[in-house]
């Protein structure tokens, strides 16, 4: 009876051609065969905080019903979490989310005013660490990054500890910044999680790729890392502030370009890195055509020889947009061994767990400004205004227990709309198509790691 | 632990009317006297026992509150059955049943089993609504009627018991295709044919004359 549901299930998402994110199967288009003996790194599950039993998680996945789940039990300081599974798609909701609580301590050795005595005094540092991932081609890599970053973050954060705290008691010259240090431990951490499902690749099943995006809630400020098309946004009152970008092939042209005219060996042999403005075909041979190199920021015209009729390495525009007609998203974790459709070219060497890091200090005291990060299932069907928009509606009409709760459940229950009956679309309030993907959104208030942060200064820098 | 069946069930009814706290009695023997608001869905669970076969009841608790209305209106699919609840001492949650009853009936099977539910039985003193009012609106409505009290647990478990048991004899009578899932019922991992096309366990008779089972 299951298996029924899930071959409709994949039948309904060939036949409406919403392979969202351009995968073939996992088996055709994946560079090893007969893997089917190894076991996943992780069992699939849905985040550990949801505290879901084994009915619930296989209720969780019901493609008709596509329930809107939330914790049970409180998150940090109420934050809000929702989330639901495709419209079919794909068997499993392939997002995947975590959030992680930790200390950095350091015992310092404190000078008394007099030479003689020297008492040690030990610091604590919390932070507070949310992770939203989206996955493709399989749950495997999104399961590992959301059991697993965490725990490398920790490792490179308790590293550079010292320099930290040096930087924060100011007692150290030509140190490096706090700053800087979260940026590098964050950046190094997500390049640590790649090489991590790199090594993994034989040992265990086929993991796919997933995006990444995690905010990092330490000192006072707000560290934004997101290596993907996930997306955060700070809401207060109906305004928003987008702070993170999208990281899709349009997006990432030029950097793709570049690599890709730099190293034409990547590029197999029926790719370029030269752009036309329309795809050009046989019969076209000799006639003009619109194009640009790598290099070139604008357009100029030449005769078409039989090399143009390579495809361009990137395609597409928008959401359709596409690195070697394959994969919509261009940076995460995973897809090692992921070729290009049709022309089996290796396609990782254009993807990068690289994240973009954006710093923002919460200065606000309002508790009305808050995080919302979404993966693309959310904001597909949903600009930044209406989001802010019902993040403020449920502010207002909730106490601070529910109100972040619930505005998550709002996003998600107006990206995933309803469905009439069940041979139709599932569609927003005014009939436009609502998302047909697994969503996840984290609406987290800011103001309590301000106020957790100014504590710990006055507990360790009262005269500051 | 193994099941014959699972039935799907959801609570519904005005805001504060004691949907959760019928819930948590039932599942948890317990009963919570703070109002903490039900936030879109909220899941329970437990096993019962009727003509010695092990049915897990997954009982799905929904807001009350306008705001998830869209929201819960989704789910009245795919359940077995519900449990409309209003509260005996205030009178406007009984005057909105209709517009549940239209809801419910709207957006779920037509074979799902409603038990109409007058709680906060204990609080006789504040009555608004008389007995034999809840029991006309049930008659009329076609509709199974019960008192209970989430607070004392009087009724609780034969409300959700004998919902269960009304759905069991459903299946048995072949009213309900078990083997589709969008009428809230699942055969337990082990009693569950391995090729679907094969007749399920349960014994039930013949289902609306498809041949199957």
Redesign the interface.
Known sequence: ?????VKNAVIGAVSSGSELNGFGSESSNSGKQNQHHLAPKFPYGRPHFLHL?D??VQ?SA?H?????I?P?KSLPHHTGY?ECVNAGKSKWNEDQAVYRQGVLSKVVTVENGNQTSAASQTFSIPYTYYGIFDGHAGVGAALCAANQLHHILHEKLVDAQDDIWADLSKNKKNGKSADSLLMGALESAFNEMDQLIAEDRNKYQAAGGCTALVALFILGKLYLANAGDSRAIICKNEEFLPISMDFTPENERDRIRKLADEQPALLGTNFTSREYTQQPRSDDLGKTIMYREAHMKGWAYKTLQPDDLKISVITGSGKRSRVMGTIGVTRGFGDHDLLAIYQKTPIKPFLSPHPEVQVHKIVSMDEKEVLVMGTDGLWDVLAGTKAAEIVSK?IN??ME??RY??AA??LV?FARG??AN?NQMWHL?GGKQASCDDISVFVIPLLPYKLEFEELMQKYFPDK | MSYAY?FKYIIIGDTGVGKSCLLLQFTDKRFQPVH??T?????G?RMITIDSKQI?L?I?DTAGQE??R??T???Y??AAGALLVYDITRRETFNHLTTWLDDARQHSNSNMVIMLIGNKSDLESRREVKKEEGEAFAREHGLVFMETSAKTAANVEEAFINTAKEIYEKIQEGVFDI?N??NGIK?GPQH?PTN?SLPGAGGSGGSQGSGCC
Not at chain 1, 1 to 5: I, Q
Request: glycine share 6%; aromatic share 12%; proline share 3%.
């Open positions: 009876m299951f298996f029924n549901r039993e009915d619930e209720m019901d008709k019903l596509r329930p809107i939330h049970s929702a449920s009409t909730f227990k529910e709760v619930s459940t709002c229950g309803t469905l069940e309030k | 699972l903490d608001l936030i879109g869905v909220e899941f669970a897990k997954q799905w705001a998830f869209s929201i209106r989704s789910y699919r795919g083997n899932e969008a055969i569950s679907p």
